[in-house]
C-alpha cells in the first residue's frame, strides 16, 4: 500500500506546498483523504488521471480540507466520467455536497446544452461513524474521532491492505483516541500545524496575537507535542504534515525527536511514505 503526500500546507497560502490531501493506494484501488486546493494538479503529478479520480474521504468541514471537491467533481465528470463521485465523510458532509451541487448547477447546465444525451453529475455520499466504513480491493478502512473542537464531528482515518497499516490524523490536538486508533502502525501521518508561526493584522477577530495563537493552537498539535503523540502511539514512521508556511522543517523534527526516538519524516508534497 502506498501513501503520498499530495498536499501539506495549511490554510496560508504557501507556493511549496498545496492544501492538505493524502492518496492511498493498493494496486488499482484509491483513496483520497482531503481535497485541499490544488488537489487535483497534485493527482494528475502522482500519475492519476481526471476519469479515474477516486473516492474522496473527508475528514471535517473546514475549508482547506474540501476546497477543492467541486474541481474534482466537474473535471472528472468534463473528461466523460458518469460513475457517481462518492464521497465519504462525517456527519454533515451531505449537506455540503448538496450545497456544492447548488453552486455548480449553473456551469453543469451551460455544458449539458451543447452535449448529447449526457446526464448530470452524480455524486453518492455516505455521512460515517468510528468504526470500520469500507472494504475494497483488499483495502480495510476505519474512521476514529479526533480533538478538533469546536470542530465537531472530526475524524482520523486507518488503512490495513497489502501488510502495511497507515493512520491519517486529519486536524486534531494530542488525541487519546487517535493514539489508541494508530499504536503500532507502520506509518501515522499527522498534523503539525505551528500556530507560533501564524500572522496577525488589526480586524482579523482576535484583538492580539497572542490571543490569536492560543485560540488556535488549542485545537492542533503542535511542536512541543507532536513528538507525545508519537511515542505513545509507536508507529513505524512518524510522517508531520499540515505545516504553515514559516515552518522549519529541521525544527519541527528537532522537536519530534526530543521525545519520539522512531524515525522522522518531514512531509513534502508528492512525497512518497
Same mark, same amino acid.
Given at each position: 500500500?502506498?501513501?503520498?503526500?499530495? *498536499?501539506?500546507?495549511?490554510?496560508?497560502?504557501?507556493?511549496?506546498?498545496?492544501?492538505?490531501?493524502?492518496?492511498?493506494?493498493?494496486?488499482?484501488?484509491?483513496?483520497?483523504?482531503?481535497?485541499?486546493?490544488?488537489?487535483?494538479?497534485?493527482?494528475?503529478?502522482?500519475?492519476?488521471?481526471?476519469?479515474?479520480?477516486?473516492?474522496?474521504?473527508?475528514?471535517?468541514?473546514?475549508? %482547506?480540507?474540501?476546497?477543492?471537491?467541486?474541481?474534482?467533481?466537474?473535471?472528472?465528470?468534463?473528461?466523460?466520467?458518469?460513475?457517481?463521485?462518492?464521497?465519504?465523510?462525517?456527519?454533515?458532509?451531505?449537506?455540503?455536497?448538496?450545497?456544492?451541487?447548488?453552486?455548480?448547477?449553473?456551469?453543469?447546465?451551460?455544458?449539458?446544452?451543447?452535449?448529447?444525451?449526457?446526464?448530470?453529475?452524480?455524486?453518492?455520499?455516505?455521512?460515517?461513524?468510528?468504526?470500520?466504513?469500507?472494504?475494497?480491493?483488499?483495502?480495510?478502512?476505519?474512521?476514529?474521532?479526533?480533538?478538533?473542537?469546536?470542530?465537531?464531528?472530526?475524524?482520523?482515518?486507518?488503512?490495513?491492505?497489502? *501488510?502495511?497499516?497507515?493512520?491519517?490524523?486529519?486536524?486534531?490536538?494530542?488525541?487519546?483516541?487517535?493514539?489508541?486508533?494508530?499504536?503500532?502502525?507502520?506509518?501515522?501521518?499527522?498534523?503539525?500545524?505551528?500556530?507560533?508561526?501564524?500572522?496577525?493584522?488589526?480586524?482579523?477577530?482576535?484583538?492580539?496575537?497572542?490571543?490569536?495563537?492560543?485560540?488556535?493552537?488549542?485545537?492542533?498539535?503542535?511542536?512541543? %507535542?507532536? *513528538?507525545?503523540?508519537?511515542?505513545?502511539?509507536?508507529?513505524?514512521?512518524?510522517?508531520?504534515?499540515?505545516?504553515?508556511?514559516?515552518?522549519?522543517?529541521?525544527?519541527?523534527?528537532?522537536?519530534?525527536?526530543?521525545?519520539?526516538?522512531?524515525?522522522?519524516?518531514?512531509?513534502?508534497?508528492?512525497?512518497?511514505?
Amino acid at each position: 500500500m502506498r501513501a503520498v503526500l499530495l *498536499g501539506t500546507g495549511s490554510p496560508p497560502p504557501n507556493p511549496k506546498r498545496r492544501g492538505p490531501a493524502t492518496l492511498l493506494a493498493l494496486g488499482d484501488e484509491r483513496f483520497l483523504v482531503d481535497a485541499g486546493s490544488g488537489v487535483g494538479v497534485q493527482l494528475v503529478q502522482a500519475g492519476v488521471r481526471p476519469y479515474d479520480w477516486p473516492r474522496v474521504l473527508i475528514t471535517h468541514h473546514h475549508s %482547506d480540507h474540501m476546497i477543492d471537491l467541486g474541481h474534482l467533481l466537474i473535471t472528472r465528470w468534463i473528461v466523460g466520467q458518469n460513475a457517481p463521485f462518492e464521497v465519504w465523510g462525517p456527519a454533515g458532509t451531505k449537506r455540503q455536497m448538496d450545497k456544492l451541487l447548488d453552486y455548480l448547477d449553473w456551469d453543469i447546465e451551460i455544458r449539458r446544452a451543447h452535449m448529447v444525451k449526457r446526464e448530470r453529475p452524480r455524486v453518492t455520499v455516505t455521512e460515517i461513524e468510528e468504526g470500520k466504513i469500507i472494504e475494497a480491493g483488499g483495502v480495510t478502512v476505519s474512521a476514529f474521532s479526533v480533538d478538533h473542537d469546536p470542530v465537531k464531528p472530526a475524524v482520523g482515518y486507518r488503512f490495513e491492505g497489502g *501488510g502495511r497499516r497507515v493512520v491519517v490524523s486529519g486536524d486534531t490536538r494530542p488525541s487519546e483516541n487517535l493514539i489508541r486508533w494508530s499504536r503500532g502502525v507502520d506509518c501515522l501521518i499527522h498534523e503539525c500545524c505551528e500556530m507560533a508561526k501564524t500572522s496577525w493584522v488589526p480586524g482579523c477577530g482576535w484583538p492580539t496575537l497572542e490571543e490569536k495563537i492560543k485560540d488556535l493552537a488549542s485545537y492542533h498539535t503542535q511542536p512541543e %507535542d507532536i *513528538g507525545r503523540v508519537a511515542k505513545a502511539a509507536n508507529p513505524g514512521t512518524l510522517v508531520i504534515t499540515h505545516m504553515m508556511p514559516a515552518s522549519v522543517p529541521a525544527e519541527l523534527e528537532a522537536a519530534a525527536k526530543r521525545h519520539f526516538d522512531g524515525p522522522v519524516t518531514i512531509g513534502e508534497d508528492l512525497l512518497e511514505v
